[in-house]
T-cell receptor, first 109, second 114 residues
Framework: QQPVQSPQAVILREGEDAVINCSSSKALYSVHWYRQKHGEAPIFLMILLKGGEQKGHDKISASFNEKKQQSSLYLTASQLSYSGTYFC??????????FGKGTRLSVIA | DGGITQSPKYLFRKEGQNVTLSCEQNLNHDAMYWYRQDPGQGLRLIYYSQIVNDFQKGDIAEGYSVSREKKESFPLTVTSAQKNPTAFYLCATQRSSGLSYGYTFGSGTRLTVV
């Protein structure tokens, strides 16, 4: 079953923060996060494995609560380059990723 | 540089015609995937392959076929049985089907029925 992402869309001014949530009805082993610019390939951001680990690089980080089957992506001090559609992909154990419908993020000056 | 090449970038199909989308990788990745992307729908899995000469159906395999005769290649054929093939098709690879590796995506093929 497809994970549910929220919000569907968000508009930020440069420097503002955002949180994107991903929720699944199935037990998860890992959660992936990707960003896609319009008409381009999705780019891998990070993977979170079962264990509640929080990972991040630069000003983008994420957490994974396996008990709640939820993950959140945190974007701090947003930049224009952060604009795009963010997808979470969930894995229930050596299975292909199931992707959410995406969250469209627009950062304006 | 290693990467994934999808071709063609744009493809137009007439009613009743079969077309084949190419996906070639030189990353030496074991697993390969085909996803379909429609506006507002996210990515939906069509077929996947974890090793050469083996592949499995995904959630929306009807009207599609694949082959995996070489590790580097995973072509997707859209048959005339696929009634609504207009979409953006993405090929992805993964170092292995293990849990610690992200997907690498190709740049996609946009298929339009005319």
């Amino acid at each position: 079953q497809q994970p549910v992402q929220s919000p569907q869309a968000v508009i930020l001014r440069e420097g503002e923060d955002a949180v994107i949530n991903c929720s699944s009805s199935k037990a998860l082993y890992s959660v992936h996060w990707y960003r896609q610019k319009h008409g381009e390939a999705p780019i891998f951001l990070m993977i979170l494995l079962k264990g509640g680990e929080q990972k991040g690089h630069d000003k983008i980080s994420a957490s994974f609560n396996e008990k709640k089957q939820q993950s959140s992506l945190y974007l701090t001090a947003s930049q224009l380059s952060y604009s795009g559609t963010y997808f979470c992909g969930t894995d229930s154990g050596n299975t292909p990723l199931v992707f959410g419908k995406g969250t469209r993020l627009s950062v304006i000056a | 540089d290693g990467g994934i090449t999808q071709s063609p970038k744009y493809l137009f199909r007439k009613e009743g015609q079969n077309v084949t989308l190419s996906c070639e990788q030189n990353l030496n990745h074991d697993a390969m995937y085909w996803y379909r992307q429609d506006p507002g729908q996210g990515l939906r899995l069509i077929y996947y392959s974890q090793i050469v000469n083996d592949f499995q159906k995904g959630d929306i395999a009807e009207g599609y076929s694949v082959s995996r005769e070489k590790k580097e290649s995973f072509p997707l054929t859209v048959t005339s049985a696929q009634k609504n093939p207009t979409a953006f098709y993405l090929c992805a690879t993964q170092r292995s089907s293990g849990l610690s590796y992200g997907y690498t995506f190709g740049s996609g093929t946009r298929l339009t029925v005319v």
